[in-house]
């Protein structure tokens, strides 16, 4: 009978401690939590798309001329000034103008936070900057002395250019907007320099108008960009989007796969896609052009290495793999 108790005493002493170990959270393994495929590696940056400023808001339009390509230059400032904090991977001007439905919207249409997110979506980007310009204008100060016929500028003249703009960043997978900010920058200059004109016109030159308003659009663009990274983590939690764009099989090597698709579309390491071959073509009876590709899957990759221009993915299903099928990436990534 001992020999029963001691064997049930036993089994007891090691029952009992289970509920207070169930009880705790510590002894959870994290082993087991399921990867959030969706979240953004650490490594990754978010990728940016600026669309051209809208001028629409401004009531003087006469000093753009002044700064390259209009609206446009203002835009290059920021596309420029934000590539070079590092934190951010922005898309070519080029390739956003490409998409847009029309050559030359500035200051003439302005674009919704819906039509912004697909844009960027098209891009395989998560944020869409989308900006107003509100004020571009040079002002000009000096004493002048008028003597008969005759007139001078004793000194002292300054210009001062200034540049204003609203700006919305937009999420495209919900096209929420997550921030707005306001950028508001001067640049004044000084000519101690004494000037005399005629009746018919005369020696006086103006100062160098582009190059002041480029120094106040720099610094009104940083004033956004600076609010930008104190509110870095609403963008750097925003979910990496699905680029929309397909690619092409380039090359497969054993159980390795390459396309000819890469960051520049929006595609990143540990990205699926599903690999699908044209089975016929289907042509519009009237014009002869494609209108469809029918396509049968053969299997799915897993890119492990990207670059600029091309991806290498490993085989994750499938076989029978051949250059020429295409790629699509997988949605809900």
């Known amino acids: 009978m001992k020999k029963y108790k001691t064997i049930y005493g036993l089994v007891l002493s090691l029952i009992i401690p289970v509920p207070a170990l169930a009880d705790s959270p510590v002894e959870v393994s994290p ?33 753009l001329s002044y700064m390259d390509h209009n609206t446009r230059g203002v835009r290059n400032i920021f596309i420029n000034r934000l590539a070079e904090t590092g ?23 302005q674009i919704d936070a819906q039509t912004a997110a697909e844009i960027g979506r098209k891009l395989g980007v998560e944020v869409v900057i989308v900006g107003s310009l509100t004020r571009f204008d040079i002002s000009r100060r000096g004493g002048n002395i008028g003597l008969g016929w005759f007139g001078v500028n004793i000194g002292g003249n300054s210009t001062e250019a200034v540049v204003e703009f609203n700006v919305r960043a937009i999420n495209t997978n919900t096209g929420e907007v ?10 004044t200059q000084v000519d101690p ?15 160098q108008e582009g190059q002041l308003l ?13 609010e ?38 929006g595609y990143r390491v540990g990205m699926r896609l599903a690999i699908e071959r044209v089975e016929r073509e289907v042509k519009d009876p009237q014009s002869g052009q494609v209108i469809r590709r029918i396509t049968v899957p053969l299997g799915e990759i897993e890119l492990y290495d990207v670059d600029e221009a091309s991806s ?22």
């Not at 921030?179 to 640049?187: E, P």
């Not at 480029?214 to 956004?224: E, F, I, L, W």
Request: overall charge positive; glycine content about 10%.
């Open 193 to 207: 320099r004494v000037y005399v004109w005629g009746r018919g016109g005369g020696t006086y030159s103006s100062s």
């Open 178 to 187: 997550i921030m707005v900010a306001k950028g508001n920058g001067s640049s």
């Open 31 to 63: 082993r087991i939590t399921p990867p959030i495929v969706a979240q953004r590696q650490p490594q990754e940056k978010v990728r940016i798309a600026v669309l051209d400023f809208d001028a629409a808001a401004m009531d003087n339009l006469t000093w």
């Open 228 to 265: 930008m990274n104190r509110q870095y983590s609403k963008f750097s939690a925003i979910t990496p989007v699905v680029p929309s764009t397909t690619a092409i099989v380039a090359d497969v090597t054993g159980n390795t796969v390459v396309l000819n698709k890469g960051k520049k579309e």
């Open 87 to 109: 934190k951010y991977t922005v898309i070519e001007a080029s390739r956003v103008d490409n998409l847009l439905p029309w050559k030359d919207w500035g200051g003439k249409r």
């Open 312 to 333: 290498l993915g490993r085989i994750v299903s499938g076989r029978g793999f051949k250059v020429g099928d295409i790629a699509k990436p997988r949605t809900g990534l």
């Open 214 to 226: 480029a120094s106040a659009a720099v610094k009104a663009v940083d004033q956004v960009i600076e």
